[in-house]
């Protein structure tokens, strides 16, 4: 088999029973990549495959030298196949995109492009989607949502077509359904993110993965990615900030019932209200303490270099002692 040069560019293919499509793809991101001066590499994850999709793959791979495979024991879903796609991935940019062709590989050369421009991930748009109106119309809702509580507004947080720096997708996490929330989660670590228009096709062959619990996961998980990004290094804002509030009303609770007691003369042992008021204050004092463990649990385990990750770039540093000694003895020697 012949080889071929270091890739610059990781194109990651998730993959669960389409062994219709694997081949036409792999030609059509071919022809996509010819144009362009850069050298690229196909890695798919078969996602608990029950169809032949795996011997596909093997087979592409053995004719191919730049594509590769990894299978999964079991279907663990989107975002851990690509996860294990990213930390196979050797390029500088990644390409993400869904194997069942209605994702266009023609798109690609414009993405990168955008890329080349400063972007640090650009996110597809299916302007046209060639899907039924039973996935467009929840679609649209979940991205109404998205946009409101993460503050990124774009048109398509879920579009499997997307291009990105590398780095992106190793510091945003990816379980569950999180894959939805990459341009968001991108977003709050304070990358740049794009998003372009891109061409949708309609699906020919196999039939949709997603069902209703997918919408009702993702909505899990958009709590999910509201708490790690906006109170994710200040838990003790959260926590204690709910736990101050439910303390501030069961202690109101309590002062209008011991008013009611002092100067109505009213018993009040057998209110429920003075219960209700007695559980605030708890599971007030309950939550900021879960508040001040979490700070110390952070505190503990942070390190320096988290904080480094933050970093874009930086000026050219000031040179050591250590170096200024190099340059002392090499004009010396001159």
Known sequence: METVPEPQVSVLIPVKDEEATLATLVGQIDEAFKPLDTEYEVIFVDDGSTDSSWDVMSRLAEDNPRVRAIRFRRNFG???ALAAAVDEARGERVVTMDADLQDDPAEVPRLLAEL???ADLVSGHKADRKDPLGKRIPSKFF???TNV???LKINDHNCGL?????EVYRRVPLYGELHRYIPALAHQTGYKVRELP?????REHGKSKYGFERYVRGAIDLLTVMTIT?????PAHLFGGIGLLSAFIGFLTLAYLTIVKLFGGQAIGDRPLLMLGILLVILGVQLISIGLIAEIVLHRTANRREATDLIRERTPAEPTARD???????KVEA
Not at 198 to 202: E, G, K, Q
Not at 230 to 234: A, E, F
């Open 230 to 234: 906006k109170y994710g290094r200040r």
């Open 149 to 151: 509580m993460t503050g």
């Open 116 to 118: 080349d421009d400063g």
């Open 324 to 330: 200024a000694e190099v340059k002392v003895s090499e």
């Open 143 to 145: 991205n109404m949502m």
């Open 198 to 202: 891109v061409n949708h096709r309609p």
């Open 78 to 80: 989107k975002a851990a």
């Open 162 to 166: 997307k291009a990105a720096r590398t």
